[in-house]
């Protein structure tokens, strides 16, 4: 169980294209979504907190205008990469947790391979 | 904010044992967790800890001290598929997980 999936796996887009990214849990209800990115070779970077029906939390520094999120259900969050440019290329990775979880275990997506060119 | 160090590489052979050290700095602490990561895939959950003390899952074992601010991951009887990234994460009072850079384990034959 727990199981949470993205799409697409990867995407390579041209300067100033938007893309969207999808995330959902297969088997559970996720009240709260997290996206993070990652650079190769680096730790994950929590960009913003996905609350289901109710506007996106940013970290500092990571641009809401940019990075669209919502979380229209309890099974899916979207994140929407804006007029996108190649230092947006990265690894977006999604997670969700489990209400009520005692060990504060995240699920994580297999994640999105963004590539600008 | 949160800061959080761990080694960056460890190479041990296959059998051995690994620990891996985690410290901290935080402004809320709720728990400890750590997270094993291969090469281009998810980071699968290892373990959390948010008492002081020893939590052992098969050939992993995880260890907090609160008052130490300092945590370590234990991995026993290294297999190959042990290869991969470890990162320590802090829990804060919102759920919100913040992961130190993680440390690249090497097992060779």
């Known amino acids: 169980g727990a199981v949470v999936s993205q799409h697409p796996s990867w995407v390579i887009c041209k300067s100033g294209t938007s893309v969207k990214i999808e995330c959902r849990s297969l088997?559970?209800?996720?009240?709260?979504m997290f996206w993070y990115r990652q650079f190769p070779k680096q730790s994950l970077m929590l960009m913003a907190t996905s609350n289901e029906g109710s506007k996106a939390t940013y970290e500092q520094g990571v641009e809401k205008d940019k990075f669209l999120i919502n979380h229209a259900s309890l099974t899916l969050s979207t994140l929407t990469v804006t007029s996108a440019h190649p230092e947006d290329s990265s690894f977006y990775i999604c997670?969700?947790?489990?209400?009520?979880?005692?060990?504060?275990?995240?699920?994580f997506g297999p994640g999105t391979r963004l590539t600008v060119l | 904010g949160q800061s959080l160090e761990q080694p960056s590489e460890v190479t041990a052979v296959e059998g051995a044992i690994v620990q891996i050290n985690c410290t901290y700095q935080t402004s809320g602490f709720y728990g400890l967790s750590w997270y094993q990561q291969h090469d281009g895939g998810a980071p699968t959950f290892l373990s959390y800890n948010a008492l002081d003390g020893l939590e052992e899952t098969g050939r992993f074992s995880s260890f907090l001290s609160r008052s130490d601010s300092y945590g370590y991951l234990l991995l026993q009887e290294l297999q190959m598929k042990d290869s991969a990234s470890y990162f320590c994460?802090?829990?804060?009072?919102?759920?919100?997980?913040?992961f130190g850079a993680g440390t690249t384990v090497t097992v060779r034959a």
């Open positions: 994460a802090v829990r804060s009072n919102d759920y919100k997980l913040s």
């Open positions: 997670s969700a947790r489990l209400a009520g979880d005692p060990y504060n275990e995240q699920f």
């Open positions: 088997d559970f209800q996720a009240t709260t």
